[in-house]
Protein backbone atom coordinates (compact mmCIF):
# COMPACT_ATOMS: atom_id res chain seq x y z
CA UNK A 1 0.00 0.00 0.00
CA UNK A 2 0.83 3.74 -0.71
CA UNK A 3 3.60 5.45 1.78
CA UNK A 4 1.93 8.14 4.27
CA UNK A 5 2.63 11.97 3.57
CA UNK A 6 5.15 13.41 6.33
CA UNK A 7 3.28 13.79 9.49
CA UNK A 8 0.52 11.68 8.90
CA UNK A 9 -0.72 8.79 11.47
CA UNK A 10 1.17 5.45 10.73
CA UNK A 11 -1.58 3.52 12.85
CA UNK A 12 -3.30 0.38 10.73
CA UNK A 13 -6.64 1.19 10.11
CA UNK A 14 -9.35 -1.01 9.85
CA UNK A 15 -11.07 -2.05 6.28
CA UNK A 16 -14.40 -2.76 5.97
CA UNK A 17 -15.61 -6.61 5.15
CA UNK A 18 -16.88 -7.11 1.79
CA UNK A 19 -19.63 -9.95 3.41
CA UNK A 20 -21.58 -7.09 4.64
CA UNK A 21 -21.82 -5.68 1.17
CA UNK A 22 -24.26 -6.74 -1.62
CA UNK A 23 -22.74 -8.99 -4.58
CA UNK A 24 -20.65 -7.51 -7.42
CA UNK A 25 -21.63 -9.03 -11.00
CA UNK A 26 -23.61 -12.04 -9.32
CA UNK A 27 -20.25 -13.25 -7.75
CA UNK A 28 -20.17 -13.36 -3.97
CA UNK A 29 -17.50 -11.07 -2.61
CA UNK A 30 -15.92 -13.26 -0.93
CA UNK A 31 -15.10 -15.63 -2.90
CA UNK A 32 -11.00 -15.25 -3.20
CA UNK A 33 -10.12 -15.11 -7.07
CA UNK A 34 -8.12 -18.48 -8.51
CA UNK A 35 -5.64 -17.12 -10.38
CA UNK A 36 -5.53 -18.95 -13.88
CA UNK A 37 -3.08 -17.31 -15.80
CA UNK A 38 0.38 -17.83 -16.46
CA UNK A 39 2.80 -15.52 -14.62
CA UNK A 40 3.98 -12.23 -16.14
CA UNK A 41 6.35 -11.49 -18.87
CA UNK A 42 9.80 -10.30 -18.44
CA UNK A 43 10.50 -6.78 -17.29
CA UNK A 44 13.00 -4.65 -18.00
CA UNK A 45 15.49 -3.81 -14.82
CA UNK A 46 15.88 -0.14 -16.11
CA UNK A 47 19.00 0.17 -13.57
CA UNK A 48 20.65 -2.03 -16.05
CA UNK A 49 20.56 0.77 -18.92
CA UNK A 50 23.10 3.67 -19.15
CA UNK A 51 21.65 6.86 -17.36
CA UNK A 52 21.52 10.63 -18.90
CA UNK A 53 22.05 9.60 -23.19
CA UNK A 54 18.90 11.00 -24.29
CA UNK A 55 17.93 14.72 -24.00
CA UNK A 56 15.13 15.52 -21.74
CA UNK A 57 11.99 15.69 -24.68
CA UNK A 58 10.05 18.95 -24.88
CA UNK A 59 6.46 18.52 -25.85
CA UNK A 60 5.10 20.59 -28.72
CA UNK A 61 3.03 23.95 -27.62
CA UNK A 62 -0.32 24.41 -29.50
CA UNK A 63 -1.90 27.65 -29.06
CA UNK A 64 -5.51 28.67 -30.41
CA UNK A 65 -4.66 32.43 -31.87
CA UNK A 66 -8.67 32.22 -31.95
CA UNK A 67 -9.05 28.74 -33.94
CA UNK A 68 -10.36 25.88 -33.25
CA UNK A 69 -7.46 23.48 -31.84
CA UNK A 70 -7.75 19.51 -33.47
CA UNK A 71 -6.11 17.11 -31.28
CA UNK A 72 -5.99 13.54 -33.02
CA UNK A 73 -6.00 10.80 -29.99
CA UNK A 74 -4.03 8.03 -31.48
CA UNK A 75 -1.20 4.74 -31.87
CA UNK A 76 2.14 5.78 -31.99
CA UNK A 77 5.56 4.33 -31.13
CA UNK A 78 7.95 6.19 -29.28
CA UNK A 79 11.59 5.57 -27.77
CA UNK A 80 11.59 6.05 -24.22
CA UNK A 81 15.38 5.44 -23.75
CA UNK A 82 18.51 5.67 -26.56
CA UNK A 83 18.83 1.39 -25.99
CA UNK A 84 15.30 0.47 -26.42
CA UNK A 85 12.74 -0.37 -29.03
CA UNK A 86 10.04 1.95 -29.62
CA UNK A 87 7.50 1.35 -27.50
CA UNK A 88 3.64 1.13 -28.82
CA UNK A 89 1.83 4.04 -26.55
CA UNK A 90 -1.80 5.56 -27.08
CA UNK A 91 -1.63 9.32 -27.36
CA UNK A 92 -2.68 12.81 -27.80
CA UNK A 93 -0.97 14.34 -30.73
CA UNK A 94 1.20 11.49 -31.39
CA UNK A 95 3.49 11.66 -28.48
CA UNK A 96 3.76 11.34 -24.77
CA UNK A 97 3.03 13.75 -22.77
CA UNK A 98 0.97 15.12 -25.67
CA UNK A 99 1.20 18.35 -26.73
CA UNK A 100 1.28 21.59 -24.06
CA UNK A 101 -1.77 23.69 -24.83
CA UNK A 102 -1.16 27.21 -24.37
CA UNK A 103 -4.47 29.50 -23.53
CA UNK A 104 -5.13 32.88 -22.50
CA UNK A 105 -6.83 33.60 -19.27
CA UNK A 106 -10.17 34.87 -20.48
CA UNK A 107 -10.13 34.02 -23.75
CA UNK A 108 -12.07 30.90 -24.89
CA UNK A 109 -10.61 28.14 -26.52
CA UNK A 110 -12.27 25.66 -28.46
CA UNK A 111 -10.98 21.92 -28.54
CA UNK A 112 -11.96 19.20 -31.24
CA UNK A 113 -11.09 16.13 -29.63
CA UNK A 114 -10.81 13.55 -32.00
CA UNK A 115 -10.35 9.92 -31.46
CA UNK A 116 -8.70 8.14 -33.81
CA UNK A 117 -7.34 4.88 -32.09
CA UNK A 118 -7.71 1.39 -32.79
CA UNK A 119 -10.82 -0.74 -32.26
CA UNK A 120 -9.31 -2.86 -29.99
CA UNK A 121 -7.25 -2.30 -26.92
CA UNK A 122 -4.20 -3.43 -25.97
CA UNK A 123 -4.24 -3.37 -22.26
CA UNK A 124 -5.88 -5.81 -20.01
CA UNK A 125 -9.61 -4.89 -19.54
CA UNK A 126 -11.69 -5.98 -16.67
CA UNK A 127 -15.46 -6.32 -17.35
CA UNK A 128 -16.73 -6.53 -13.56
CA UNK A 129 -15.42 -2.85 -13.08
CA UNK A 130 -18.32 -0.34 -13.66
CA UNK A 131 -18.44 1.43 -17.70
CA UNK A 132 -16.29 -1.67 -18.91
CA UNK A 133 -18.98 -4.73 -18.96
CA UNK A 134 -18.86 -6.74 -21.79
CA UNK A 135 -21.73 -5.10 -24.17
CA UNK A 136 -19.67 -2.20 -24.27
CA UNK A 137 -17.10 -0.75 -26.77
CA UNK A 138 -13.26 -2.12 -25.62
CA UNK A 139 -12.27 1.29 -27.04
CA UNK A 140 -13.45 4.69 -25.55
CA UNK A 141 -12.34 7.87 -24.83
CA UNK A 142 -13.58 11.06 -23.01
CA UNK A 143 -10.95 14.19 -22.35
CA UNK A 144 -11.08 15.72 -19.29
CA UNK A 145 -9.23 19.25 -18.61
CA UNK A 146 -8.18 18.58 -14.88
CA UNK A 147 -8.76 21.57 -12.98
CA UNK A 148 -10.84 23.93 -15.58
CA UNK A 149 -13.69 25.42 -14.55
CA UNK A 150 -15.94 24.68 -17.30
CA UNK A 151 -19.70 23.81 -18.73
CA UNK A 152 -20.49 20.12 -17.76
CA UNK A 153 -20.81 19.37 -21.34
CA UNK A 154 -17.04 20.20 -21.63
CA UNK A 155 -15.99 18.83 -18.41
CA UNK A 156 -15.46 15.40 -19.77
CA UNK A 157 -17.80 13.27 -17.76
CA UNK A 158 -17.14 10.23 -17.53
CA UNK A 159 -20.45 8.27 -19.04
CA UNK A 160 -19.70 11.35 -22.32
CA UNK A 161 -17.38 8.56 -23.74
CA UNK A 162 -17.16 8.22 -27.73
CA UNK A 163 -15.35 5.28 -30.07
CA UNK A 164 -12.64 5.65 -32.64
CA UNK A 165 -14.10 7.38 -35.55
CA UNK A 166 -15.96 10.10 -33.62
CA UNK A 167 -14.79 13.11 -32.05
CA UNK A 168 -16.11 15.93 -29.48
CA UNK A 169 -15.85 19.60 -29.65
CA UNK A 170 -15.47 21.38 -26.49
CA UNK A 171 -15.39 25.04 -25.28
CA UNK A 172 -13.28 26.11 -22.37
CA UNK A 173 -13.92 29.71 -21.19
CA UNK A 174 -10.52 29.99 -19.17
CA UNK A 175 -12.26 32.35 -16.66
CA UNK A 176 -9.57 31.50 -13.87
CA UNK A 177 -6.84 32.99 -13.30
CA UNK A 178 -3.06 31.12 -14.89
CA UNK A 179 -2.20 27.83 -13.33
CA UNK A 180 -1.19 24.75 -14.74
CA UNK A 181 -3.95 22.31 -15.55
CA UNK A 182 -3.76 18.92 -17.29
CA UNK A 183 -5.45 16.83 -19.88
CA UNK A 184 -6.12 13.13 -19.85
CA UNK A 185 -8.75 10.57 -20.51
CA UNK A 186 -11.73 9.74 -18.14
CA UNK A 187 -13.83 7.24 -20.09
CA UNK A 188 -15.64 5.27 -17.42
CA UNK A 189 -14.47 1.89 -16.24
CA UNK A 190 -11.26 2.43 -18.73
CA UNK A 191 -9.18 5.22 -17.84
CA UNK A 192 -6.67 4.05 -15.64
CA UNK A 193 -5.73 1.85 -18.74
CA UNK A 194 -6.16 5.15 -21.27
CA UNK A 195 -3.75 7.16 -18.92
CA UNK A 196 -1.13 4.50 -18.53
CA UNK A 197 -0.95 3.75 -22.67
CA UNK A 198 -0.13 7.42 -22.57
CA UNK A 199 -2.84 9.90 -23.17
CA UNK A 200 -2.02 12.79 -20.68
CA UNK A 201 -0.67 16.50 -21.13
CA UNK A 202 -0.06 19.87 -19.98
CA UNK A 203 -2.63 22.76 -20.25
CA UNK A 204 -1.34 26.20 -19.20
CA UNK A 205 -2.70 29.13 -18.67
CA UNK A 206 -1.71 31.95 -18.48
CA UNK A 207 -2.19 35.90 -17.51
CA UNK A 208 -1.22 39.25 -17.15
CA UNK A 209 -0.09 39.06 -13.78
CA UNK A 210 2.04 36.47 -13.68
CA UNK A 211 3.55 37.59 -16.62
CA UNK A 212 4.09 41.04 -14.96
CA UNK A 213 6.39 39.08 -12.28
CA UNK A 214 9.02 38.58 -14.00
CA UNK A 215 9.66 35.19 -13.46
CA UNK A 216 11.75 32.62 -15.94
CA UNK A 217 9.60 32.15 -18.96
CA UNK A 218 10.52 31.38 -22.68
CA UNK A 219 12.87 28.50 -22.73
CA UNK A 220 13.70 29.08 -18.79
CA UNK A 221 10.19 27.88 -18.58
CA UNK A 222 10.23 23.80 -18.89
CA UNK A 223 7.37 21.04 -18.12
CA UNK A 224 8.30 18.09 -16.06
CA UNK A 225 5.81 15.41 -16.56
CA UNK A 226 6.43 12.03 -14.20
CA UNK A 227 4.85 9.21 -15.18
CA UNK A 228 6.32 5.63 -13.90
CA UNK A 229 5.62 2.13 -16.17
CA UNK A 230 6.41 -1.24 -16.03
CA UNK A 231 8.43 -2.24 -19.37
CA UNK A 232 8.78 -5.81 -20.91
CA UNK A 233 12.37 -6.79 -21.54
CA UNK A 234 11.24 -5.84 -25.35
CA UNK A 235 10.46 -2.14 -24.03
CA UNK A 236 6.47 -2.72 -24.20
CA UNK A 237 3.96 -1.19 -21.57
CA UNK A 238 3.01 -3.99 -18.80
CA UNK A 239 -0.04 -3.26 -16.86
CA UNK A 240 0.03 -5.61 -13.83
CA UNK A 241 -3.36 -7.87 -13.66
CA UNK A 242 -4.67 -10.36 -10.82
CA UNK A 243 -3.75 -13.46 -12.19
CA UNK A 244 -7.55 -14.25 -12.71
CA UNK A 245 -8.37 -13.83 -16.18
CA UNK A 246 -11.96 -12.75 -15.28
CA UNK A 247 -10.81 -10.15 -12.39
CA UNK A 248 -7.71 -8.83 -13.68
CA UNK A 249 -8.21 -5.80 -11.93
CA UNK A 250 -5.70 -4.99 -8.94
CA UNK A 251 -6.02 -2.08 -6.40
CA UNK A 252 -2.89 -0.07 -7.53
CA UNK A 253 -0.17 0.15 -9.98
CA UNK A 254 3.40 0.79 -9.95
CA UNK A 255 6.47 0.72 -12.64
CA UNK A 256 10.38 0.66 -12.12
CA UNK A 257 10.81 2.84 -15.02
CA UNK A 258 10.43 6.36 -14.42
CA UNK A 259 9.69 8.63 -16.97
CA UNK A 260 10.24 12.47 -17.41
CA UNK A 261 8.03 13.67 -20.19
CA UNK A 262 8.25 10.11 -21.96
CA UNK A 263 12.02 10.02 -21.18
CA UNK A 264 14.08 7.47 -19.24
CA UNK A 265 16.65 8.80 -17.41
CA UNK A 266 17.23 12.11 -19.63
CA UNK A 267 19.33 15.15 -19.07
CA UNK A 268 19.27 18.75 -19.84
CA UNK A 269 21.14 21.56 -20.72
CA UNK A 270 21.23 24.50 -19.19
CA UNK A 271 22.58 27.92 -18.39
CA UNK A 272 23.64 28.88 -15.11
CA UNK A 273 21.03 31.04 -14.22
CA UNK A 274 16.96 30.29 -12.80
CA UNK A 275 14.39 27.86 -14.64
CA UNK A 276 10.71 27.50 -13.93
CA UNK A 277 9.74 23.91 -13.83
CA UNK A 278 6.20 22.60 -14.32
CA UNK A 279 5.78 19.72 -12.55
CA UNK A 280 2.37 17.19 -12.77
CA UNK A 281 2.30 13.90 -11.48
CA UNK A 282 0.40 12.31 -13.80
CA UNK A 283 1.12 8.63 -12.73
CA UNK A 284 -1.58 5.97 -11.87
CA UNK A 285 -0.60 5.57 -8.51
CA UNK A 286 2.74 6.49 -7.56
CA UNK A 287 3.71 9.65 -5.36
CA UNK A 288 7.06 11.19 -5.83
CA UNK A 289 9.18 12.53 -3.21
CA UNK A 290 11.44 14.78 -5.78
CA UNK A 291 14.77 16.49 -4.29
CA UNK A 292 18.61 17.48 -5.54
CA UNK A 293 21.23 14.62 -5.00
CA UNK A 294 23.12 17.06 -2.89
CA UNK A 295 19.77 18.46 -0.63
CA UNK A 296 20.59 22.29 -1.79
CA UNK A 297 16.98 23.63 -1.80
CA UNK A 298 14.68 25.13 -4.40
CA UNK A 299 11.70 27.15 -4.76
CA UNK A 300 7.89 26.46 -4.85
CA UNK A 301 6.01 29.60 -6.40
CA UNK A 302 2.89 27.49 -6.99
CA UNK A 303 0.16 24.52 -7.17
CA UNK A 304 -2.12 22.98 -8.83
CA UNK A 305 -4.57 26.29 -9.81
CA UNK A 306 -1.76 28.73 -9.67
CA UNK A 307 0.73 31.13 -7.80
CA UNK A 308 1.11 30.65 -4.18
CA UNK A 309 0.96 34.07 -2.30
CA UNK A 310 4.62 33.86 -1.77
CA UNK A 311 7.54 31.75 -2.17
CA UNK A 312 8.56 28.78 0.10
CA UNK A 313 11.73 27.56 0.08
CA UNK A 314 12.08 23.55 0.30
CA UNK A 315 14.27 20.64 0.16
CA UNK A 316 12.15 18.42 -0.73
CA UNK A 317 8.51 18.30 -2.77
CA UNK A 318 6.26 15.14 -2.17
CA UNK A 319 3.83 15.19 -4.92
CA UNK A 320 0.57 13.16 -5.46
CA UNK A 321 -1.03 11.93 -8.59
CA UNK A 322 -2.58 14.39 -10.32
CA UNK A 323 -1.17 16.78 -8.22
CA UNK A 324 1.35 20.16 -9.97
CA UNK A 325 3.82 21.97 -8.52
CA UNK A 326 5.26 25.17 -9.70
CA UNK A 327 9.08 25.36 -8.79
CA UNK A 328 11.82 27.52 -9.58
CA UNK A 329 15.79 26.31 -9.42
CA UNK A 330 18.86 28.82 -9.14
CA UNK A 331 21.62 27.41 -11.10
CA UNK A 332 23.75 30.52 -11.18
CA UNK A 333 26.51 29.25 -8.87
CA UNK A 334 27.03 25.84 -10.24
CA UNK A 335 28.22 26.84 -13.53
CA UNK A 336 30.07 23.49 -15.49
CA UNK A 337 28.54 21.32 -12.99
CA UNK A 338 26.13 18.62 -13.16
CA UNK A 339 23.05 17.75 -10.71
CA UNK A 340 20.68 15.33 -10.67
CA UNK A 341 17.59 14.84 -9.48
CA UNK A 342 16.10 12.38 -7.57
CA UNK A 343 12.66 10.43 -6.24
CA UNK A 344 14.09 9.90 -2.53
CA UNK A 345 17.72 8.42 -3.93
CA UNK A 346 16.78 7.19 -7.28
CA UNK A 347 17.83 9.09 -10.34
CA UNK A 348 14.78 10.71 -12.05
CA UNK A 349 17.11 12.98 -14.43
CA UNK A 350 20.02 15.02 -14.92
CA UNK A 351 20.95 18.90 -14.70
CA UNK A 352 24.34 19.59 -17.40
CA UNK A 353 24.41 23.54 -16.44
CA UNK A 354 26.83 25.02 -19.25
CA UNK A 355 30.28 27.50 -18.10
CA UNK A 356 30.79 30.80 -18.14
CA UNK A 357 28.43 33.89 -16.98
CA UNK A 358 24.79 34.96 -18.67
CA UNK A 359 22.58 37.98 -17.63
CA UNK A 360 19.50 36.71 -16.23
CA UNK A 361 16.90 39.42 -15.44
CA UNK A 362 14.54 37.19 -14.23
CA UNK A 363 13.24 37.29 -10.57
CA UNK A 364 11.15 35.45 -7.70
CA UNK A 365 9.44 38.30 -6.02
CA UNK A 366 9.08 37.92 -1.95
CA UNK A 367 5.25 38.41 -2.92
CA UNK A 368 3.36 36.37 -5.74
CA UNK A 369 -0.39 37.35 -5.42
CA UNK A 370 -3.26 37.74 -2.98
CA UNK A 371 -4.61 34.61 -1.49
CA UNK A 372 -7.23 35.31 0.89
CA UNK A 373 -8.27 32.24 3.17
CA UNK A 374 -11.90 31.44 3.25
CA UNK A 375 -13.05 32.01 6.52
CA UNK A 376 -15.41 29.25 7.84
CA UNK A 377 -18.18 31.20 8.50
CA UNK A 378 -18.85 31.39 5.02
CA UNK A 379 -20.03 27.54 4.39
CA UNK A 380 -23.61 27.02 4.33
CA UNK A 381 -22.81 23.34 5.23
CA UNK A 382 -20.76 20.97 6.31
CA UNK A 383 -20.61 17.17 4.93
CA UNK A 384 -19.03 14.35 6.31
CA UNK A 385 -17.63 12.08 3.71
CA UNK A 386 -15.91 8.31 4.05
CA UNK A 387 -13.15 7.29 2.46
CA UNK A 388 -13.41 3.05 2.21
CA UNK A 389 -11.84 0.37 0.92
CA UNK A 390 -13.17 -3.20 1.54
CA UNK A 391 -11.72 -6.54 1.69
CA UNK A 392 -12.33 -10.11 0.83
CA UNK A 393 -11.95 -12.84 3.04
CA UNK A 394 -8.25 -13.15 3.19
CA UNK A 395 -7.39 -9.73 2.82
CA UNK A 396 -7.30 -8.53 -0.50
CA UNK A 397 -8.69 -5.47 -1.44
CA UNK A 398 -11.50 -5.55 -3.74
CA UNK A 399 -13.64 -2.33 -3.79
CA UNK A 400 -13.16 1.14 -2.80
CA UNK A 401 -16.08 3.62 -2.21
CA UNK A 402 -16.58 7.43 -1.58
CA UNK A 403 -19.43 7.49 1.45
CA UNK A 404 -20.37 4.03 0.88
CA UNK A 405 -21.43 4.37 -2.39
CA UNK A 406 -20.96 3.27 -5.64
CA UNK A 407 -21.18 5.62 -8.68
CA UNK A 408 -24.50 4.55 -10.02
CA UNK A 409 -26.38 5.41 -6.87
CA UNK A 410 -28.38 8.84 -6.39
CA UNK A 411 -26.34 11.68 -6.11
CA UNK A 412 -26.24 12.53 -2.75
CA UNK A 413 -23.62 15.95 -2.86
CA UNK A 414 -26.10 18.45 -4.50
CA UNK A 415 -24.26 22.09 -3.71
CA UNK A 416 -26.17 25.59 -4.67
CA UNK A 417 -24.57 27.63 -7.24
CA UNK A 418 -22.32 29.88 -5.52
CA UNK A 419 -22.19 28.43 -2.04
CA UNK A 420 -19.90 27.46 0.28
CA UNK A 421 -18.91 23.65 1.67
CA UNK A 422 -16.79 22.34 3.96
CA UNK A 423 -16.06 18.65 2.94
CA UNK A 424 -14.47 16.41 6.01
CA UNK A 425 -12.66 13.30 3.94
CA UNK A 426 -13.22 10.97 6.36
CA UNK A 427 -10.34 8.15 5.67
CA UNK A 428 -10.95 4.84 7.16
CA UNK A 429 -8.04 3.06 4.99
CA UNK A 430 -4.67 2.80 5.36
CA UNK A 431 -3.71 4.58 2.25
CA UNK A 432 -3.50 8.38 1.49
CA UNK A 433 -5.92 9.14 -1.31
CA UNK A 434 -4.94 12.26 -3.35
CA UNK A 435 -8.78 13.52 -3.86
CA UNK A 436 -9.92 15.31 -6.67
CA UNK A 437 -13.26 17.63 -7.19
CA UNK A 438 -14.29 18.67 -10.92
CA UNK A 439 -14.99 21.84 -11.64
CA UNK A 440 -13.74 24.02 -8.56
CA UNK A 441 -10.78 25.24 -6.53
CA UNK A 442 -10.92 24.80 -3.00
CA UNK A 443 -8.44 25.24 -0.16
CA UNK A 444 -6.96 23.07 2.88
CA UNK A 445 -8.18 23.75 6.56
CA UNK A 446 -6.48 21.03 8.15
CA UNK A 447 -5.81 17.56 8.85
CA UNK A 448 -6.80 15.87 12.22
CA UNK A 449 -6.20 12.87 13.62
CA UNK A 450 -9.19 10.40 14.76
CA UNK A 451 -10.51 7.10 16.25
CA UNK A 452 -11.33 5.41 13.26
CA UNK A 453 -12.98 2.72 15.60
CA UNK A 454 -15.26 4.56 17.14
CA UNK A 455 -16.27 5.83 13.28
CA UNK A 456 -16.87 2.51 12.03
CA UNK A 457 -18.65 1.04 15.33
CA UNK A 458 -21.03 4.31 15.83
CA UNK A 459 -20.44 6.98 13.15
CA UNK A 460 -18.94 8.61 15.94
CA UNK A 461 -16.00 11.46 15.69
CA UNK A 462 -13.70 11.43 18.47
CA UNK A 463 -10.37 12.83 17.97
CA UNK A 464 -7.05 11.83 18.98
CA UNK A 465 -4.68 14.43 18.69
CA UNK A 466 -4.69 18.42 17.66
CA UNK A 467 -5.60 19.64 13.81
CA UNK A 468 -2.41 20.41 11.47
CA UNK A 469 -2.47 23.23 9.22
CA UNK A 470 -1.47 22.50 5.72
CA UNK A 471 2.04 23.06 4.52
CA UNK A 472 3.52 26.26 3.37
CA UNK A 473 3.13 24.59 -0.42
CA UNK A 474 -0.49 23.44 -0.11
CA UNK A 475 -1.97 26.82 1.68
CA UNK A 476 -2.88 28.29 -1.79
CA UNK A 477 -5.68 26.87 -4.37
CA UNK A 478 -6.17 23.17 -4.89
CA UNK A 479 -8.34 20.88 -7.02
CA UNK A 480 -6.15 17.72 -5.44
CA UNK A 481 -5.84 17.05 -2.15
CA UNK A 482 -3.82 14.18 -0.46
CA UNK A 483 -6.01 13.05 2.78
CA UNK A 484 -3.89 10.93 4.57
CA UNK A 485 -4.86 7.91 6.67
CA UNK A 486 -5.40 7.82 10.34
CA UNK A 487 -7.19 11.80 9.78
CA UNK A 488 -10.26 13.73 8.92
CA UNK A 489 -9.17 15.77 5.88
CA UNK A 490 -11.24 19.28 5.71
CA UNK A 491 -11.11 21.43 2.78
CA UNK A 492 -13.55 24.30 2.15
CA UNK A 493 -14.87 24.98 -1.54
CA UNK A 494 -16.87 27.27 -3.09
CA UNK A 495 -19.02 25.87 -5.76
CA UNK A 496 -18.74 28.40 -8.81
CA UNK A 497 -18.80 28.52 -12.10
CA UNK A 498 -21.39 26.30 -13.48
CA UNK A 499 -24.28 24.55 -12.58
CA UNK A 500 -24.81 20.45 -13.30
CA UNK A 501 -23.69 17.12 -12.69
CA UNK A 502 -20.10 16.55 -12.41
CA UNK A 503 -17.62 14.33 -10.92
CA UNK A 504 -15.05 13.69 -7.76
CA UNK A 505 -12.72 11.07 -7.41
CA UNK A 506 -9.41 9.60 -5.95
CA UNK A 507 -6.65 10.34 -8.22
CA UNK A 508 -5.35 6.99 -7.89
CA UNK A 509 -6.69 5.44 -10.90
CA UNK A 510 -7.30 1.40 -9.84
CA UNK A 511 -9.41 3.01 -6.73
CA UNK A 512 -11.17 5.52 -9.06
CA UNK A 513 -12.32 2.67 -10.85
CA UNK A 514 -13.46 0.62 -8.51
CA UNK A 515 -15.53 2.64 -7.47
CA UNK A 516 -13.82 5.76 -5.37
CA UNK A 517 -15.62 8.07 -7.75
CA UNK A 518 -18.98 9.64 -7.55
CA UNK A 519 -21.42 12.28 -9.07
CA UNK A 520 -21.70 15.57 -7.59
CA UNK A 521 -24.30 17.74 -8.48
CA UNK A 522 -24.63 21.82 -8.70
CA UNK A 523 -27.70 22.84 -8.46
CA UNK A 524 -28.94 26.45 -9.83
CA UNK A 525 -29.26 29.27 -7.12
Known amino acids: MLGLG ?5 TRLRAHDLRGMSNMSGGP ?88 LPSRHFLPIDHRIHGAE ?63 AGMFGNFILRDEHERALGLPHGEQEIPLTLS ?80 LAAPVSLRHLFIAPGERADIVIDFAALAGQQLELVNDVLPIMQF ?26 TARKQRMLTLDAYQDCVAEPMLM ?36 LHLVKFQILDRRPFDAGSWMDAQTVRYTGSAQAPSAGEAGWKDVVQAWPGMITRIIVRFEGYAGRYAWHCHLLEHEANEMMRPFEVLPA
Not at 412 to 428: C, D, F, H, M, R
Open 6 to 10: AGACS
Open 29 to 116: LCKHPVADQASEPRLLDPSQLKPFVDPLPLPPVLRADGKTLRVDMRETEQRLHRDLPPTRLWTYGGCMPGPSIEAQSGKALRIDWRNA
Open 134 to 196: KDRPEVRAVVHVHGACVPTASDGYPEDWYVPGQSRVHTYPNRQDAAQLWYHDHAMGINRLNIY
Open 228 to 307: DRLLTTEAQLYYPVSGNSEAPWVSEVFGNAMLVNGALLPYLDLQPRRYRFRVLNASNARFFNLKMRDGRPFVQIGSDQGL
Open 352 to 377: RIGSGRVQDASVVPAVLRDVPRMPES
Open 401 to 436: LLGGKRWHEPVTEKPVLGSTEIWNLVNLTDDTHPIH
